[in-house]
C-alpha cells in the first residue's frame, strides 16, 4: 500500500527502509538525514489524510493525532539538522486526501503499522552507519519513538504489542 498515491516514492525507502548496512554506508549523513525527512513528512501525511477520511473512531482518531504530531516533530527536528548540514528539506506530500483504497479504520491502522515499521527499519539501519553522536542520538530517539508508536497501533488493533524483545521495523 505504500507505494501507491502520495506515499509512494523508492528512494528513501531505498536508503533507508531496504538498503542493507553495507549499502547504507554508501550514503552520505545529509542524505540519510534527507532521506529521514521524506520518510516522516510520509508518516505526517498520513496521519492528517487520515484524520481527514470519517471513518475513524474516536480512540484510534485521538491516537492519529497524536501520532501525527509526533510525525511533525520529527520532520523540524530533521529539518533543522539537515539545514545545519548545509542540506535543503525536501518538500513534502501535498494535500490531506491521497490514501488509495483505504477505506476503513483497520486498514487506516494497517497502513501506519507498514510506515511505522518502514523508518523503525531505516533508522535501525542509518544507527549503523552514523559516526556524530549526537545525531546517533537523535536518531535513536526517534526511532525509539517509532517502536512505541508501532505498539500503540498494534494495541488499536488487537494485535501483540510486542512481538519480540527487540524492534527492528522488520
Known amino acids: 500500500m505504500l507505494r501507491r498515491g ?21 550514503f ?12 516522516e513528512q510520509r508518516a505526517a501525511f498520513l496521519y492528517r489524510a487520515g484524520l481527514a477520511e470519517d471513518y475513524l473512531r ?4 485521538a491516537l492519529t493525532r497524536r501520532l501525527g504530531g509526533h510525525a511533525r516533530e520529527h520532520v523540524a527536528v ?8 548545509g542540506g535543503t528539506a525536501p518538500d513534502p506530500p501535498g494535500g490531506v486526501r491521497g ?13 501506519a503499522i507498514e510506515l511505522e515499521s518502514e523508518l523503525v527499519a531505516g533508522y535501525h539501519r542509518a544507527l549503523q552507519v552514523l559516526d ?11 526511532m ?7 505498539v500503540l497501533l498494534r494495541t488499536a488493533l488487537g494485535r501483540e504489542p510486542v512481538p519480540s524483545a527487540f524492534e527492528t521495523g522488520a
Open 6 to 26: 502520495a506515499l509512494a516514492g523508492t528512494a528513501p525507502v531505498l536508503l533507508l527502509g531496504r538498503a542493507s548496512p553495507a549499502a547504507a554506508a554508501e
Open 58 to 61: 474516536p480512540g484510534l482518531t
Open 132 to 142: 556524530d553522536p549526537k545525531l546517533v542520538q537523535t536518531v535513536g530517539s526517534i
Open 78 to 85: 530533521l529539518q533543522t539538522i539537515l539545514e545545519a548540514m
Open 99 to 111: 490514501l488509495g483504497s483505504v477505506r476503513t479504520q483497520r486498514q487506516f491502522a494497517e497502513l
Open 144 to 150: 525509539a519513538s517509532g517502536g512505541q508508536h508501532l
Open 28 to 39: 552520505s549523513e545529509p542524505e540519510i538525514i534527507s532521506a529521514a525527512v521524506v520518510l
